[in-house]
């Protein structure tokens, strides 16, 4: 079946330019996550959104950073005014239900290089 | 702040020999654990997971991992290597009790297989 599914797979912006990254995830799964994978790191959460609740922001780094999901299911994650620091794999993933023992199934990634 | 670690940032094994790789956690009473990989161009693929239950679970590719609540550790192993399994290794937990539902991550074990 489908997996979750993330656009575009690679981009390349200006410092100061702005970009969304988009997110399908799996059919039917309320919960999304954003996450960040910077070179030689670990993962980085950003934000979480669960069905109709306000989302979990916690892990955004910056005002600069927003994200919002339409209609309970694609997400696209806003960064505004690009910083070369913003350079990372920007990962996406859902998973069913509300409890945390489901596990996460994760998108392919974006790579955003700010140059 | 709740935290995931993974001590050894790099393991070189050799071909057949046995792998274990380390995690541990802080307190939490009830956590969630995942192991995941990340082979190189690839997305994040879950090997195994605990919720509750026995404290050794098997996962895909061989791989099992022991859950030890008075270490506070889930340690991954696999009984002989292959070539195929070099590749990124990130242990994650979520914490039942507190409500938060977003997994967080250690910063991942890169494995090298030597022929």
């Known amino acids: 079946g489908a997996g979750v599914s993330q656009s575009p797979s690679n981009k390349v912006t200006e410092k100061g330019k702005d970009v969304e990254l988009r997110c399908d995830p799996i059919?039917?799964?309320?919960?999304l996550y954003w996450y960040r994978q910077s070179l030689g790191q670990g993962l980085e959460f950003l934000i979480y959104f669960q069905g109709n609740s306000a989302p979990d922001k916690s892990g955004l780094p910056s005002d600069r950073f927003s994200a919002e999901r339409t209609g309970g299911s694609v997400s696209t994650l806003t960064i505004q005014r690009t910083q070369q620091e913003d350079s990372a794999v920007y990962l996406c993933?859902?998973?069913?239900?509300?409890?945390?023992?489901?596990?996460?199934?994760f998108g392919n990634g974006t790579r955003l290089t700010v140059t | 702040a709740q935290s995931v670690t993974q001590p050894d940032i790099h393991i070189t094994v050799s071909e057949g020999a046995s792998l274990e790789l380390r995690c541990n956690y802080s307190y939490g009473a009830t956590p969630y654990l995942f192991w995941y990989v990340q082979s190189p161009g690839q997305g994040l693929q879950l090997l195994l997971k605990?919720?509750?239950?026995?404290?050794l679970v098997q996962g895909i590719k061989g791989f099992e991992a022991e859950f030890k609540r008075s270490q506070s550790s889930f340690n991954l192993r696999k009984p002989s290597v292959h070539w195929s399994d070099a590749a990124e290794y990130f242990c994650?937990?979520?914490?039942?009790?507190?409500?938060?539902?977003?997994?967080?991550f250690g910063s991942g074990t890169r494995l090298q297989v030597q022929p």
């Open positions: 994650a937990v979520v914490w039942g009790d507190t409500g938060r539902r977003a997994l967080t």
């Open positions: 993933a859902s998973r069913t239900g509300t409890g945390g023992n489901s596990p996460l199934h």
């Open positions: 605990y919720f509750s239950g026995d404290t």
């Open positions: 059919s039917g799964h309320t919960a």
